[in-house]
């Protein structure tokens, strides 16, 4: 079995905490763990993840101040092992309880670094409504215009090893900046399949910040569709070579 670890940062998530861990401990896939990351919630959340703690073996827990969601995730990266790596916020849920299953029933191709599929929206958020599901597959096009869920999204390990983590510098959309990043970088599937229940209020809705992001995005939608067309070229490149060589035999 592949092992995933599930992600959560936590700050003040009592009313939420206990639906979103149940939903991934209800799993039918049982090759998991759960890395919590809070920041010195000062609510019961501390508590009631003790509890959960207490009850499974599966679940790190760390607490401290950090810098936001984002170093969070970085941090709960650092303490994770496993071979691909998932972040659910603190009020989403897994879509069901045979969605890790459908995810890595079959082998993934070692080339494969980042497994895409869609969120079902909990409530109303800006122009989506409650039910809606958000948003199919991507292209590079797509991505710099919007961005993809990071609750849909399963990244494997390795691919932050070559291209980094969280850029702390976008303290709201620093998961748009590493997701053209990576889709730019690496290979990527897109799975028609409902991943999670995204909810309106996580961290980075409740944060009234201006994102540096919005600054940078012109610079960032070259670099990362140049980035795109490199990888593209060096990719289908290799892989002419390959084919090459195997016909020659």
């Not at 401290?64 to 659910?88: C, H, R, T, V």
């Not at 958000?134 to 919007?146: A, C, H, M, N, P």
């Not at 889709?183 to 028609?192: A, C, E, G, Q, R």
Request: proline fraction near 2%.
């Amino acid at each position: 079995m592949t092992k995933i670890s599930v992600i959560i940062p936590t700050y003040n998530s009592q009313e939420t905490i206990s639906k979103s861990l149940e939903s991934i401990i209800n799993q039918d896939y049982s090759d998991y763990e759960i890395c919590i990351v809070d920041g010195n919630s000062n609510d019961n959340t501390i508590k009631i993840i003790q509890e959960y703690c207490r009850r499974f073996d599966c679940i790190k827990f760390l607490s401290e101040k950090d810098q936001g969601p984002y170093d969070a995730m970085n941090k709960g990266i650092d303490i994770s092992g496993g071979e691909w790596l998932f972040f659910l916020g603190s009020s989403d849920l897994i879509y069901d309880k045979n969605t890790f299953q459908k995810v890595f029933t079959a082998p993934i191709s070692e080339d494969i670094g980042l497994l895409y599929g869609n969120v079902i929206f909990l409530d109303d958020i800006g122009g989506a409504k409650a039910g809606q599901i958000y948003d199919g597959e991507f292209t590079i096009e797509k991505l710099l215009v919007k961005n993809i869920c990071h609750q849909s999204i399963f990244y494997r390990r390795s691919v932050f090893k070559k291209l980094g983590k969280y850029n702390l510098k976008y303290p709201i959309c620093a998961d748009w900046e590493m997701n053209m990043r990576f889709f730019s970088s690496t290979k990527v599937s897109y799975l028609d399949l409902t991943i999670a229940c995204f909810s309106g209020g996580g961290l980075s809705s409740t944060r009234n910040i201006q994102d540096p992001i919005y600054n940078d995005l012109q610079f960032l939608k070259i670099k990362y569709f140049m980035n795109y067309l490199i990888y593209r070229k060096i990719y289908r490149l290799v892989n002419r070579l390959f084919f090459n060589k195997i016909m020659a035999r």
